[in-house]
């Protein structure tokens, strides 16, 4: 039981994550100890035993969501998760990411005043031939002239940077949305590819091809040029990424996106 208002609020939101969710879990309770942190999980219309291990590794909060109400349901879930968390930091980890034990002290020394948020370097772990060609792949990211952007999957918010913005937003990529708006008012967000995390999830050619199409989505959502997703396309080997922007276009046109809780 915690004694005190947490320091760290860890935020994993879920949707059948059952196959993960347990040594996403163990691996966070590990990186804990020592630290005043709580667990606010979101389940998000789960319909087989996600709730259950929840349950089972005993998080502090368990909200379980039955509807969406947002069009955007993983951003709703984060929204969600931050109203219920309380910890000076708030971390997002996904349900299929395993943190190494030192995860939470190297994060934290890298936050100050300026640096509010950092992500941690997602590699794919080589399970399958996918994931092996997958994990390949994604060593270009550390040789494109672009660099690489923070992600979402394992990263940290100083909660006074979060509150200022308003949290997250009803867009398809809202960890894309909130390093915007927080270079806004001045903020940094940093990528440490010397921290890294573990994604477990089993990739499939089909969540692949999918994946860059949403990106390219998202990215002409929140107004990335065209042009800019082209390079990045180009220079990340990500052919569809600047199709799923056209896609975007053709979908959404100027309508904007200013929903929130």
Not at 92 to 105: G, L, T
Not at 186 to 210: D, F, M, P, Q
Request: with cysteine.
């Amino acid at each position: 039981m915690l004694g005190s208002k947490p320091l760290i609020s860890v935020i994993v939101c879920a949707h059948n994550e059952e196959k993960y969710v347990g040594k996403c879990l163990t691996a966070l309770r590990r990186a804990l100890e020592g630290f005043n942190g709580e667990i606010v999980f979101v389940a998000d219309r789960c319909t087989d035993r996600t709730v259950d291990l929840a349950k089972k590794y005993n998080v502090e909060k368990l909200v379980i969501k039955d509807k969406k109400i947002w069009e955007n349901s993983y951003a709703e879930s984060l929204q969600i998760g931050f109203f219920n968390s309380s910890g000076k930091y708030v971390y997002i980890i996904d349900a299929d990411i395993v943190v190494p034990s030192n995860f939470f002290k190297r994060t934290l020394s890298l936050v100050n005043e300026k640096v509010v948020s950092v992500s941690a370097s997602v590699r794919t772990y080589p399970s399958t031939l996918i994931n092996k060609i997958y994990s390949a792949w994604e060593k270009t990211y550390e040789i494109t002239p672009f660099g690489r952007s923070p992600r979402g999957a394992a990263r940290v918010i100083l909660r006074r940077a979060l509150y200022e913005v308003g949290g997250f937003r009803d867009v398809p990529a809202p960890d894309t949305d909130l390093d915007i708006r927080l270079k806004k008012k001045g903020y940094v967000s940093l990528y440490c590819n010397k921290v890294y995390v573990w994604h477990i999830r089993e990739i499939t050619l089909k969540k692949a091809i999918n994946g860059q199409i949403s990106a390219g989505i998202s990215r002409y959502i929140l107004r990335i040029s065209f042009v800019q997703t082209l390079m990045h396309s180009i220079f990340r080997f990500r052919p569809l990424v600047i199709y799923g922007w056209i896609l975007g276009w053709r979908k959404y046109g100027s309508r904007k996106f200013k929903r929130e809780l």
